[in-house]
Every structure is written in structure tokens, then in C-alpha cells.
């Protein structure tokens, strides 16, 4: 009997492939039989990257998804795609009185904007395949509000939303989208938002697993929705939380 996990034959592109979550996902991903596309703005963090990924006819293109003559540039140089995973994005801790303009657009502009202009262009250009998967790595920000994190959970909230439009939009064709939310992930990301060692040792043992999750964790429900285990799951937003109802 085949392998209804495997991802052999399928073309994977994986956008922030260069850190985190994404370089999980890239990985797992070629060792489950795919050929990724990795893309991220960092050369040299993709090249190392590219150098642990398993199997041939794996592809590294650099693009800033911010510039519009990046994702040309982009989307010009990609295979047929049988699934797309959107890792791009940024975190922000900021009080509300405290946001400007610019700490507004720089969030949407990456978490959101750079998403949705990506996946119109694909679909213009006929990149993405019948039967396809597309996975949005959201967050569980989205609906567990902390202080803080206003901005971030509004771009999530955004990307949710916008992933269930595109997912009746595509299922004429069989393209199946998914969300996966996380709550803490012990990534660079949430330390570059102001938390330091000593508060994550202390606030993962409020999880009744007891521990933050694992870019890995993340990464293998990656593979599960790109599969065709996953076949009849579309316009999901499947929470990833160690059993935590809070962030």
C-alpha cells in the first residue's frame, strides 16, 4: 500500500525558509520524498539550509516577498508548484498607545500583504497545480489576545480570514487551504520580542505538556497538510498548543 504521508513527486515551495519554522518545514519536507523551493531574503541562511535538505532537484531562490519585482522574479523562476507553505513573518511587541504608521505597515506588509500579493501571482501564472495544498502558518495570536501583541494577532487574524475565502475559491480545482496556529514556538522570533530565557523556562511549564512547542512540531503537521493523508481538510485552522488555551 502506498504511503498516504509521503510527499514523493510533489513540488514544495516554502517561503521564510531561511530560519525557524520554515527551515523545519523545508526539511521535513525533503525528507518526506518532496523537491522544495526555498525562499527567503537571507543568501547566506538559505544556502545553509539548502545543504541539509534530502533527495535531488531541490531549488534555493533568494526574494525580499516585500518587492514587487522580487515576486516576479520570483514566480517567473518557479517549477509547477503541488503546494505552497507560507512561513514569512515578523513579531512585534508593542502597547497600543505606543503604535505608529510604520509599525503597522511593516507587520501587514510581511505577515499579511506579502502573502496575498505571493498566492495572486502564483495563481495568475498558472503555477499551482490541480489537487494542490497550500498551508498558512498563522497563529494562535489570532484569538488569544495578550498585551502587547495587537498588530501581530490582527495580521494573523487577517491571514485566517483570508485563507478560508481562498479555500472556497480553489476547491473547483481540488487546491485545499489550511491554517496551522501554534502557540509558542521556541523560535529566534519571540525572543527578538522581548522575552528573555529566564521567562520562557518559567512560562512553558504553564502548558500541561510542559513545554514550549518545537519548529519540528510544526513542521511534521506541515507534511500531514501537504499529503494526500489530508485529502478531504480544507479551510481548517488547526490549533498547535501543547493542550495551552492561552498563549
Known amino acids: 500500500m502506498d504511503n498516504p504521508f509521503s510527499l514523493q513527486g510533489k513540488t514544495i515551495l516554502v517561503t521564510g525558509a531561511s530560519s525557524?519554522?520554515?527551515?523545519?518545514?523545508?526539511?521535513?519536507?525533503?525528507?518526506?520524498?518532496?523537491?522544495?523551493?526555498?525562499?527567503?531574503?537571507?543568501?547566506?541562511?538559505?544556502?545553509?539550509?539548502?545543504?541539509?535538505?534530502?533527495?535531488?532537484?531541490?531549488?534555493?531562490?533568494?526574494?525580499?516577498?516585500?518587492?514587487?519585482?522580487?515576486?516576479?522574479?520570483?514566480?517567473?523562476?518557479?517549477?509547477?508548484?503541488?503546494?505552497?507553505?507560507?512561513?514569512?513573518?515578523?513579531?512585534?511587541?508593542?502597547?497600543?498607545?505606543?503604535?505608529?504608521?510604520?509599525?503597522?505597515?511593516?507587520?501587514?506588509?510581511?505577515?499579511?500583504?506579502?502573502?496575498?500579493?505571493?498566492?495572486?501571482?502564483?495563481?495568475?501564472?498558472?503555477?499551482?497545480?490541480?489537487?494542490?495544498?497550500?498551508?498558512?502558518?498563522?497563529?494562535?495570536?489570532a484569538s488569544s489576545p495578550s498585551i502587547g501583541n495587537a498588530i501581530y494577532s490582527a495580521s494573523k487574524g487577517a491571514l485566517i480570514s483570508y485563507a478560508r475565502c481562498l479555500a472556497l475559491e480553489l476547491a473547483p480545482r481540488l487546491i485545499r487551504v489550511n491554517c496551522i496556529c501554534p502557540a509558542m514556538v521556541a523560535t529566534d522570533l519571540i525572543l527578538k520580542g522581548g522575552l528573555t530565557m529566564e521567562d520562557l523556562g518559567a512560562a512553558q511549564l504553564q502548558y500541561p505538556l510542559k513545554r514550549y512547542g518545537t519548529p519540528e512540531d510544526v513542521a511534521y503537521l506541515a507534511v500531514y497538510l501537504l499529503s494526500d493523508a489530508s485529502a478531504w481538510m480544507t479551510g481548517s485552522c488547526v490549533d498547535l498548543t501543547g493542550g495551552a488555551n492561552e498563549l
Open 20 to 141: 525557524g519554522i520554515g527551515r523545519a518545514i523545508s526539511i521535513a519536507c525533503s525528507r518526506m520524498g518532496a523537491k522544495v523551493v526555498l525562499t527567503g531574503r537571507n543568501k547566506e541562511r538559505l544556502n545553509s539550509i539548502f545543504d541539509s535538505l534530502s533527495g535531488n532537484g531541490c531549488q534555493m531562490l533568494v526574494a525580499d516577498l516585500t518587492s514587487d519585482e522580487d515576486v516576479r522574479a520570483l514566480v517567473g523562476q518557479l517549477p509547477l508548484l503541488d503546494g505552497v507553505v507560507y512561513c514569512a513573518g515578523i513579531g512585534q511587541r508593542l502597547p497600543c498607545k505606543m503604535v505608529m504608521s510604520q509599525d503597522v505597515d511593516e507587520v501587514m506588509n510581511i505577515n499579511f500583504k506579502s502573502n496575498v500579493l505571493l498566492q495572486a501571482a502564483l495563481l495568475k501564472a498558472k503555477k499551482i497545480q490541480k489537487s494542490s495544498s497550500i498551508v498558512f502558518i498563522a497563529s494562535r495570536a
